[in-house]
């Protein structure tokens, strides 16, 4: 049985509380986070602190805190025998430095505290200082049953940025669709199927291959008149920035 003490109670320590309290083989000792309110779910499920001098010892430590807190929590936690991770996509590993055994848990999933998500399908990148840490890490990754990755912190920095050009930047322009729809009284589910089928596509088609619409095939006519009718300079600016680069990729 493996021990954790989660730390951070945010959108990602959330989900992780949920998946490692209902994982084989893990044994969740502690969840610590400055405010009680944010883990009320857990009361009475697993011990819950809001003092950091009183975190047990454990075999492995994680930090699912923001990326500007991460340095700041370790040097809280001070000397540790266990491993300690952070679960970050841009942060490397070397901020852990002051621990001897050290290492990165990153989920690679966009996560809500109000929407379930499934960690069997959540790819999990892992690095840590000794092969042994590693070992460990995917020990822990494993008991969701996700796949799992060994990533190393340039790999993981370059994955978080495609991460944001595939999701957080792609559900902007999901809110852009939204508004337009909404400006013009039309229910923005009319375009779910639309979504869905562009994603599913690329399971069996690269992206390049994939994509269509009037900036690929040069249609000048069309572009125009969307540009017309678009109201929001923001929009108009998107909408040309992202045809051309569409017309000038690779």
Not at 75 to 87: I, Q, S
Not at 202 to 231: F, M
Request: glycine fraction near 6%; aromatic fraction near 6%; proline fraction near 4%.
């Amino acid at each position: 049985m493996i021990n954790v003490v989660l730390l951070g109670a945010g959108n990602v320590g959330t989900h992780l509380y949920r998946a490692l309290n209902k994982a084989n083989d893990i044994a969740l000792l502690q969840w610590y986070n400055r405010s009680a309110n944010a883990m009320k779910e857990a009361k009475g499920k697993v011990e819950l602190t809001t003092e950091i001098d009183t975190i047990k010892e454990a075999d492995l430590y994680l930090l699912a805190v923001s990326d500007s807190s991460i340095a700041l929590l370790s040097n809280e936690l001070g000397k540790r025998k266990g491993l300690v991770a952070h679960t970050a996509g841009s942060i490397p590993m070397h901020v852990l430095d002051k621990h001897l055994n050290h290492g990165v848990f990153y989920p690679l999933q966009t996560f809500s505290k109000q929407k379930e998500v499934d960690f069997h399908k959540i790819p999990l990148c892992l690095e840590a200082n000794t092969a042994q840490n590693l070992l460990l890490l995917e020990q822990v990754a494993k008991a969701p049953g996700g796949p799992v990755y060994t990533i190393d912190s340039t790999q993981r920095k370059a994955l978080h940025i495609a991460a944001v050009f595939v999701n957080n930047f792609v559900n902007h322009l999901y809110s852009v669709g939204e508004q337009i729809c909404e400006e013009h009284q039309v229910p923005f589910s009319v375009l779910h199927p639309l979504i869905l089928e562009t994603a599913d596509k690329i399971k069996s088609l690269s992206p390049e291959a994939a994509q269509t619409g009037p900036a690929l095939r040069g249609d000048q006519l069309v572009l125009n008149e969307h540009l017309k009718q678009l109201t929001k300079t923001t929009h108009k600016e998107l909408y040309s920035i992202i045809s051309a680069a569409i017309q000038h990729h690779g």
